[in-house]
C-alpha cells in the first residue's frame, strides 16, 4: 500500500475497527510480534460553561497531560496493549489505565511521515488525588480515540504528534453544611489533546 | 492527495472542538424555610399520644429501663419497646409540636415544646398524658438552621417550616479547590455509665441521652440550654417541674452534661466547666477555649477525650482525637493527638471509646492507655454521628449508634468486632 493512498486512510480506519487482519498480514509471511511504545506529553483543551440561565459565564480550560502506550505489534501495522497517563484536570488529578491500540494507517517511506490512528478506552482512577477535606474525588470511564503523524524512518525510533479527543468521567462528593444536606457532582471532560512524544 | 489529508487534520480539532465542553452537573439538596405563625393555644392543644410511625427526621436520641425514645425533630417523639435490642418494637408516637429535647426522671418524661415545657405521665404506655407544663420559659430556638421566637406579650408563635429542594445545577468543575470554612455547631457527650450512676442518687431513676442533648438531670434539678443560657427546673415532685434559676452562658451554647459534681457545657468556641455542688445554682470554674473547629467531648475519671473535625460547617483543618489531662479543671493539658478522618458525636464506657466519623462510619478504640489509643474496629458502610455505649447488661454491652440512615444497635462485648443486633431505618425525604 502506497503511503497515503487516496482512500487509504478511510479504508485503514475501517480495517482498525473491523477487520484489521487480512491482507496485511499476507503482505508480511515473516512477519514476527515486536514490542512497541508510544510515550506522550502534550496539552488537552477544552471550555466550560456554567452558572445559571440569567448569568452563564464560559471558561477556557487548559491542563498537562502525559501518557504512555506499551504494547505488541500484533500484525506490521497494528499494536495493541495498554496505555497509563495522568491528567492534570483543573480541580482533580485523575490517573488513566486503559486498553489501547495504535493503527498504521499509512507507513512512512525512509525519512518520510506516517499517519497512525489511535485508540485507547478504560478507567481513570483518582488514586493521585489528594481531596480538601470533606471532598470525594472518584474516577471514571474514559475513551480516547485520535490521529496522529509519526515522523522519522519506518521500524525506528519516530517522533510522533497527536491529536485526540477524550472523554473522562468523574464524580465528586461534596461537604455538606447547615443548609445542604446533599452535594453530589457529576463531571464529564470533554477535551481535544494534542500531544508530542516518541515511539519506537 | 496530501493536502486531503492535511485538510482533515485540521478541520478534526475544529470539529471536536465545538464539542470539547466540560460538562459538571451538581446535584444538590437544601433546605428551604418558609415563615409560619401559630397562636400558643395551637402549640398546646398539639401534644397527644398517636400510632407508631416510621423515621423520618430523626434528632436525638434518649434511652430508659429498655425503652428507647427516638426524636422527630419538631413533630415529637417515637417510643420503642428496646427490652429486645434485636426486636426493637414501635410502641407510640408522641406528638409534641416544636419538639427537640427530652429527659426521663422516674414515670416523667420532659420534653420542649416551641417555648414550654411539658411534663407527661409515661407510666401507662397506651395512655400517655400531660401532667404538668412550664410556660413560656424558652424564648428562642432554632431547628435545622431555621429560627423560631415567641412573642409573650401577643401569644404569637413565628417559626420557619423547612422544605428539602433537589436541584442540578451546571458548576465550572472547579469545586474542591478551596477548603469552606463556615460556623460550627458543637457536640459533646460524656461517659454515660458514669454519668447515669453519678446523677441518679436514689430512689429516682434518670433516662441516658445522646451526646447532642441541650437536657440534663442532675439531683433535683433539670438542665436545659438554649443559645445564650441556662435554665434550672427544680423536679424534686417530678410531675411538678418549677422554674428555677436562668444563667446566662454567652452565645454558641450547644450541649451540656454533667459529670460527677461538675456541668460540661459545648459551646461552638470553647467548653464552659460549672462548679455544680450547689445545683440550684451551677457557678463557672473554667472556659476551655479551643480552635475554632467542632469538638465533641467525651470524658472518663481524669481524662477528656475531645474530637477535633473540620470542614463541613465546622471550619479548621484539623480532624483528630485529643487526648486531654483535665485533673487540674482550671488548667487542661494535651497528652497526646491522634489523627482522625471527620469524628462527630463519641461516647465512652471505659476502656472502650467509639467515635462517629459521618460518613466514614463508626469507630471501636481502646483508650486502656491514653498515650496509646488503639482502633480496635472500622464500621464503613453508614453514615454515623451520636452513640451511645449502654455498658454491660443481660450479658451483652449493648451500644446505640443513630445515623442518617437509621438506628443501628451493636454488642460490643468483643470490641474487636461489633456484633449488630438490629436497625431502624429511617425514611427520609431526601
Known amino acids: ?84 497517563g495522568i491528567d492534570w484536570y483543573l480541580a482533580s488529578l485523575l490517573m488513566p489505565v486503559s486498553a489501547g491500540v495504535r493503527y498504521d494507517v499509512a507507513v512512512q517511506s525512509k525519512k518520510g511521515v506516517g499517519l497512525f490512528t489511535s485508540l485507547d478506552a478504560g478507567y481513570g482512577l483518582a488514586w493521585l488525588h489528594r481531596d480538601l477535606p470533606n471532598y470525594k474525588t472518584s474516577g471514571g470511564l474514559y475513551v480516547s480515540p485520535g490521529v496522529g503523524l509519526r515522523l522519522g524512518q519506518p521500524g525506528r525510533g519516530n517522533f510522533v504528534l497527536s491529536v485526540a479527543y477524550k472523554r473522562q468521567e468523574s464524580a465528586v462528593v461534596k461537604p455538606l453544611d447547615n443548609f445542604y444536606l446533599k452535594r453530589d457532582e457529576n463531571r464529564i471532560y470533554n477535551r481535544i489533546t494534542f500531544r508530542m512524544g516518541v515511539a519506537f | 492527495m496530501k493536502s486531503n489529508v492535511l485538510l482533515v487534520l485540521l478541520l478534526l480539532p475544529l470539529v471536536c472542538l465545538t464539542a470539547c ?56 417523639i417515637h417510643l420503642i419497646d428496646n427490652r429486645d435490642p434485636a426486636n426493637p418494637r414501635p410502641v407510640a408516637f408522641i406528638r409534641i409540636p416544636g419538639n427537640g429535647d427530652m429527659a426521663i426522671r422516674n414515670n416523667i418524661l420532659y420534653a420542649d415544646s416551641y417555648m414550654d415545657l411539658v411534663a407527661l405521665d409515661i407510666s401507662k404506655l397506651t395512655d400517655i398524658k400531660e401532667v404538668n407544663r412550664v410556660q413560656n420559659v424558652f424564648p ?32 465550572n468543575c472547579e469545586d474542591g479547590m478551596i477548603a469552606r470554612q463556615n460556623a460550627c455547631p458543637n457536640c459533646m457527650s460524656t461517659d454515660f455509665a458514669n454519668r447515669f450512676v453519678s446523677a441518679a442518687p436514689a430512689p429516682n431513676t434518670n433516662g441516658v441521652g445522646g451526646s447532642m442533648a441541650r437536657f440534663t438531670l442532675y439531683d433535683t434539678y433539670l438542665y436545659t440550654v438554649g443559645q445564650q443560657d441556662m435554665q434550672l427546673f427544680n423536679i424534686q415532685v417530678p410531675a411538678e417541674p418549677r422554674r428555677g434559676e436562668r444563667i446566662n452562658l454567652g452565645g454558641g451554647i450547644e450541649t451540656i452534661f454533667p459529670y460527677k459534681d461538675k456541668l460540661f457545657i459545648g459551646s461552638t468556641t470553647g467548653m464552659l466547666i460549672y462548679d455544680n455542688t450547689n445545683p440550684a445554682k451551677p457557678v463557672r470554674m473554667s472556659v476551655f477555649q479551643h480552635a475554632r473547629v467542632c469538638d465533641p467531648v467525651v470524658v472518663h475519671d481524669n481524662i477528656a477525650y475531645v474530637t477535633l473535625r473540620s470542614g463541613t460547617n465546622c471550619g479548621g483543618n484539623l480532624n483528630q482525637l485529643d487526648v486531654v489531662d483535665i485533673k487540674d479543671l482550671y488548667n487542661p493539658k494535651l497528652l497526646k493527638s491522634y489523627p482522625m478522618q471527620n469524628p462527630h458525636g463519641l ?19 481502646d483508650a486502656r492507655n491514653a498515650l496509646d489509643v488503639k482502633q480496635l474496629e472500622h464500621l464503613a458502610g453508614m453514615n454515623a454521628y451520636d452513640v451511645i455505649p449502654m455498658g454491660a447488661a443481660a450479658g451483652r454491652k449493648q451500644l446505640l449508634m443513630i445515623g442518617k440512615d437509621g438506628l443501628y444497635q451493636y454488642d460490643y462485648t468483643n470490641p474487636q468486632q461489633l456484633q449488630l443486633l438490629s436497625k431502624i431505618a429511617v425514611n427520609r425525604p431526601f
Not at chain 1, 511504545?37 to 471550555?47: D, F
Not at chain 2, 464506657?349 to 469507630?363: A, M, R, T, V
Open chain 1, 1 to 84: 500500500m502506497k503511503p497515503f493512498n487516496k482512500n487509504g486512510w478511510l479504508t485503514g480506519l475501517l480495517f482498525l475497527y473491523f477487520c484489521p487482519a487480512s491482507n496485511v498480514e499476507a503482505q508480511a509471511p515473516a512477519f514476527r510480534p515486536t514490542f512497541m511504545n508510544m510515550t506522550e506529553v502534550g496539552l488537552s483543551l477544552g471550555r466550560v460553561t456554567s452558572g445559571s440561565q440569567w448569568a452563564q459565564t464560559t471558561q477556557n480550560r487548559t491542563s498537562f497531560t502525559a501518557q504512555t502506550f506499551n504494547g505488541v505489534r500484533i500484525w506490521p501495522r497494528l499494536a495493541v496493549g495498554g496505555t497509563v
Open chain 2, 140 to 171: 428562642n430556638g432554632q431547628f435545622e438552621g431555621g429560627w423560631w421566637s415567641f412573642n409573650a406579650n401577643t401569644l404569637m408563635l413565628s417559626d420557619q417550616r423547612v422544605n428539602y429542594v433537589t436541584e442540578t445545577v451546571e458548576t
Open chain 2, 347 to 365: 461516647g465512652v464506657d471505659f476502656p472502650n471509646l467509639f467515635i462517629c466519623e459521618g460518613q466514614s462510619g463508626l469507630k471501636s478504640l
Open chain 2, 21 to 76: 465542553n466540560d460538562t459538571c452537573r451538581e446535584t444538590r439538596t437544601f433546605r428551604q424555610f418558609t415563615p409560619v405563625t401559630f397562636t400558643a393555644e395551637q402549640i398546646r392543644n398539639g401534644v397527644k399520644q398517636e400510632a407508631p410511625r416510621s423515621l423520618v427526621n430523626p434528632g436525638k436520641i434518649y434511652t430508659k429501663d429498655g425503652y428507647l425514645l427516638i426524636n422527630e425533630v419538631k413533630e415529637g
